[in-house]
């Protein structure tokens, strides 16, 4: 059962441009979600998360928008650059009393061109 | 300040063969996870540990895989007899107290 779902699988867009990377949740019952960027060859790095009790939050470039309502958040990145492309992984966890457990979506591919 | 550390990065072996895949994560973390990577199946947590203790194994695929954490600044991830559907990319990640999980390099198996 995939608890999260990621769209779309691939993105590409011009420098400068805003890819918008989306995520819906199933389980209410997640409190945190990250968003991991993941270079060829690299491990997964934490990027930026929020908590469901609030709607936006921002870093730098970076901005997660959340809707809980909806189930659903989603990654912005403005004024994308070369150096943004990447695959990004949104994530949802709860914690269980003793660490917390990610559930991962499927990644999206960017790809930023010149 | 290092990371997480894992080794081998790079593994090649053949079908049978035991797999040992090892893991030092960052000092003063209490939990450490061990994940898959696969094309077909994204990124899947096989078990994690708290405080050197197993807590959740649920995602382990079957009884030919197992980890051990003997103290806090290892871990270790077996494979016996391993199979050509085992090749992946297998990571270590550690956190402490929070949801912040940190992740190592990786190891890439490939099992002939």
């Known amino acids: 059962q995939q608890q999260v779902k990621q769209s779309p699988q691939s993105l590409i867009v011009q420098k400068g441009g805003i890819p918008i990377i989306n995520c819906a949740y199933e389980n209410t019952a997640f409190d945190y979600f990250p968003w991991y960027q993941q270079f060829p060859g690299k491990g997964p790095a934490l990027l930026i998360a929020i908590r469901p009790d609030v709607s936006e939050k921002k870093e730098g470039r970076f901005t997660i928008s959340f809707n809980k309502s909806a189930k659903q958040f989603s990654l912005h990145i403005m004024d994308s650059q070369p150096g943004d492309s990447a695959t990004y992984f949104c994530?949802?966890?709860?914690?269980?009393?003793?660490?917390?457990?990610?559930?991962f979506g499927t990644g999206t591919r960017l790809q930023v061109t010149l | 300040d290092a990371g997480v550390i894992q080794s081998p990065r790079h593994e090649v072996t053949e079908m049978g063969q035991e797999v040992t895949l090892r893991c030092k994560p960052i000092?003063?973390?209490?939990?450490l996870f061990w994940y898959r990577q696969t094309m077909m199946r994204g990124l899947e947590l096989l078990i994690y540990?708290?405080?050197?203790?197993?807590?959740?194994d649920s995602g382990m695929p079957e009884d030919r895989f197992s980890a051990k954490m003997p103290n806090a600044s290892f871990s270790t991830l077996k494979i016996q007899p391993s199979e050509p559907r085992d090749s992946a990319v297998y990571f270590c990640?550690?956190?402490?107290?929070?949801?912040?999980?940190?992740f190592g390099p990786g190891t890439r198996l490939t099992v002939t």
């Open positions: 990640a550690s956190s402490f107290r929070n949801y912040e999980q940190y």
């Open positions: 000092s003063g973390h209490n939990s």
């Open positions: 540990f708290n405080n050197n203790v197993p807590i959740d």
């Open positions: 994530a949802a966890s709860r914690y269980t009393g003793t660490a917390s457990k990610l559930t």
